[in-house]
């Protein structure tokens, strides 16, 4: 009975702390991973909607840099423009409700705008609007343009008779993508039920399009850009309401869709848990049994052997006694061997991870070598945590590092080399990034959470790190102390990392920093190894 007693009460603690763990823990982890998730949603819905955007722009920029299009706006060709695309059946094809062209500092050229019913439109936004409206959606300039400018966009969402614009203009140059800006082309369409169809199609549910101003200030409307921000997304509404803002920075777009299915319940006690508890007290039960038949009747058994034993002194029975041996001394014998077990597996593991350091360690520098480079590389190839990204990748080189051991000799160079390591090891974090060497005089940096413009600024102050070690070298065709030259990449997305792609980009910005003079960091754009790029 205090066998029963005991499982009993042990099966109201184990019971309590299960409790306690998913009121203190379980609970509020599966809440912050579905916040997490809404917030994933949130961010897939504005790519969805950057990607519209960019389509549009990609319609503007295949026209723009057309060199036929150029000689059209220089001598305001309106029948050209008329002719090519102010045609009914092709806005409708690209679902947009209007193109428009404009000169260079804004005077309008040709409009040709349709409401979704294909009645042409005399009054758009764009055909009369104010200097003052121009200045949002156009590229406008008051003096003659230079000769050599960029190609330039802009794009956002405008308001215009309560009905959500969304538009892209790009200004007009030569085929090259730069030279003198001949005018500007703007498409536009309105945020209505086409858009809405794209959207639910990227993202693979129903997305409702809203006016901000039409919608009931108690709803929870989520800005875009401020997100990440909300320790909360959703709300006791069957949607979810995500703003987005216009030109002047007001919001006025509200895309709203259904909230996912919850995956778990917020009961403190699911019906799971009420499952196992009944079905605990019958294999409680049954455990009592089974103990009671296999260890509490022989041990009773043997103790009353025991006494018979002593009380007649009739050693012969062996077999007890040995049954006697097996529980007592068989147990201690394997408590004594599990000792000695754990004892030489304590040995083992020391020596291993002793030898796990040493081939992972570089001997000359004592920071990470090759061989742990490569294998922390494919940890992240492996696992492609999203929270690693975005990745950038450093090569290193100390520049005429051979005239540097003629000259002053190998163990100067390999104190050299001991100095770099430190102070690259000194100017990053240590634990975020790892600083290993590559081979010989090159070393290799991996950043984690760092995009290429963070890159470069670590890279350059790694650079002047070396540089201000003050390593006289008087064989430097380069500068009077010990410099080296930097090549970088940045991998912004966890499905395109690809070590091998990684270390061939950065290497060849490392070679293109030497040819350039040396003492020189030089980043190159990350680009996916595969047929779709």
Not at 34 to 53: C, H
Not at 321 to 350: M, N, P, Y
Request: aromatic share 10%; with cysteine.
């Amino acid at each position: 009975m205090k066998l029963f007693l005991l499982f009993a009460l042990l099966l109201a603690g184990f019971s309590s702390v299960h409790l306690l763990i998913r009121y203190y823990w379980t609970l509020p982890q599966l809440v912050a991973l579905e916040v997490e998730n809404d917030k994933k949603d949130i961010k897939k819905l504005g790519s969805a909607f950057a990607r519209i955007q960019s389509e549009m722009q990609r319609l503007a920029y295949d026209n723009a840099v057309w060199d036929e299009m150029t000689r059209a706006m220089k001598r305001e060709d309106t029948t050209f423009l008329s002719k090519n695309y102010h045609i009914k059946e092709s806005l409708q094809s690209l679902d947009l409700n209007g193109m428009h062209f404009y000169d260079y500092t804004g005077k309008a050229i040709s409009h040709f705008a349709l409401e979704n019913n294909g009645e042409v439109i005399s009054d758009s936004l764009f055909q009369i609007a104010s200097e003052q409206q121009k200045a949002q959606f156009l590229i406008v300039q008051s003096d003659e343009p230079v000769q050599q400018q960029q190609l330039q966009f802009k794009s956002g969402v405008i308001s215009f008779n309560e009905e959500l614009i969304l538009f892209v203009s790009s200004t007009i140059v030569p085929s090259v993508g730069t030279g003198k800006v001949y005018g500007s082309m703007l498409v536009w369409t309105y945020l209505d039920d086409k858009i809405s169809r794209q959207l639910t199609e990227m993202m693979q549910r129903h997305i409702q399009l809203h006016t901000y101003s039409n919608l009931s200030k108690e709803k929870l409307i989520i800005p875009f850009e401020k997100y990440k921000s909300y320790p909360a997304i959703r709300t006791q509404d069957e949607l979810i309401y995500v703003s987005f803002n216009d030109v002047f920075g007001q919001a006025q777009l509200v895309m709203a869709y259904k909230k996912p299915k919850r995956m778990f319940t917020n009961q403190l006690i699911e019906y799971s848990m009420g499952i196992a508890l009944i079905s605990s007290v019958f294999i409680l039960a049954f455990i009592y049994y089974l103990i009671d038949k296999v260890v509490i009747n022989p041990l009773t058994s043997l103790r009353r052997t025991v006494y018979r034993v002593i009380k007649e002194g009739d050693f012969s029975q062996e077999t007890n006694i040995k049954r006697q041996d097996e529980i007592g001394h068989l147990a201690h014998l394997i408590d004594g061997l599990f000792s000695t077990v754990d004892t030489q597996k304590t040995i083992l593991v020391e020596a291993n991870q002793k030898l796990q350091k040493l081939s992972d360690t570089d001997e000359l520098t004592n920071i990470a070598n090759r061989r742990a480079l490569m294998q922390f590389l494919k940890l992240i190839e492996r696992e492609r945590e999203s929270a690693l990204f975005p990745v950038s990748l450093m090569m290193l080189d100390i520049d005429h590092f051979k005239g540097f051991n003629d000259h002053y000799g190998h163990q100067a160079g390999d104190n050299v080399i001991s100095k770099v390591a430190e102070a690259l090891n000194g100017k990053t974090r240590s634990n975020m990034d790892l600083v290993a060497r590559y081979g010989g005089e090159e070393f290799t940096i991996l950043l984690t959470q760092v995009n290429e413009e963070e890159a470069l600024l670590v890279a350059n102050k790694l650079k002047q790190a070396i540089w201000d070690l003050k390593i006289p070298h008087e064989k430097s065709p380069t500068e009077k102390y010990i410099t080296a030259s930097v090549g970088l990449t940045s991998c912004l997305q966890a499905d395109d990392f690809e070590i091998e792609q990684m270390f061939r980009i950065a290497d060849s910005a490392l070679y293109e920093a030497k040819d350039s003079g040396r003492n020189a960091v030089l980043s190159k754009m990350y680009r996916k190894h595969s047929s779709e790029k």
